[in-house]
């Protein structure tokens, strides 16, 4: 019954995730695509920039071709830290203040009342990824899969480059006993984010699983 469930919805998540192009490993603590290494960027009402949607978007493109070349993990995280960065931060003042209470009912585990703000914030500002994208991490953390997929197909609809919500997208596979499906979201996540930890040879470990060892 719940396959059947699952199943029509994560059959649309992997049709914009791989159509467009990170995945995180089996070993992933719950959740833990929810904030990028070392944590958010500490935001107040008074310190939240404004960012203009056109430079936004370049420099989102600057920094995943940045992404893609960095010469060594070290580079890559400094990167990744600046892509969450943009992430976080919404053009709305109104989505920005609410995301800093969803912060703090997550810092005080009230997974329910993050997620009835995060409510709030996708339907004043549906264009704001990361509001999408800590609600499908807050239903992963509570073993919803059906709600999580649908908020990761509605991040990648808006940010196919979106390697948190893929990683998501690769754990659930995991979770549901899908590996075949996960090997491809690795393999493409790598094609966004190359120097992602340990995923190399979470692939490896997949394909040996999936496809058998090369003779």
């Keep these: 019954m719940r396959n059947r469930f699952i199943a029509p919805i994560l059959a649309a998540a992997m049709a914009t995730a791989l159509a467009a192009c990170l995945a995180a490993p089996a070993f992933a603590e719950p959740g833990s695509w929810l904030e990028p290494p070392g944590g958010l960027p500490k935001l107040s009402q008074q310190t939240l920039p404004k960012t203009g949607r056109g430079d936004r978007t370049q420099n989102l493109d600057f920094l995943f071709g940045a992404l893609k070349v960095a010469p060594d993990e070290t580079t ?3 990167i990744e830290q600046r892509i969450w960065a ?3 931060v919404s053009p709305s003042d109104t989505a920005n203040l609410l995301m800093l209470r969803v912060r703090t009912a997550i810092e005080a ?3 329910d009342l993050a997620i009835k703000l ?3 914030i996708v339907k004043i ?6 509001a999408w994208n800590r609600r499908a991490t807050l239903y992963y953390t509570k073993k919803d899969y059906g709600h999580s997929l649908a908020d990761i197909r509605e991040v990648l609809k808006r940010e196919p480059r979106h390697f948190g919500a893929l990683m998501g997208l690769g754990l659930i596979m995991q979770d549901v006993g899908d ?3 996960a090997l491809e979201v690795y393999r493409r996540a790598l094609a966004v984010y190359p120097k992602l930890p340990r995923i190399p040879d979470l692939v490896k470990t997949l394909q040996e699983k999936v496809e058998g060892r090369d003779i």
């Design 86 to 88: 943009l992430w976080v």
């Design 179 to 181: 590996d075949k499906q």
């Design 76 to 78: 890559a995280k400094a």
């Design 109 to 111: 585990k009230d997974t």
């Design 118 to 120: 995060l409510d709030g």
């Design 125 to 130: 500002k549906p264009d704001y990824v990361e």
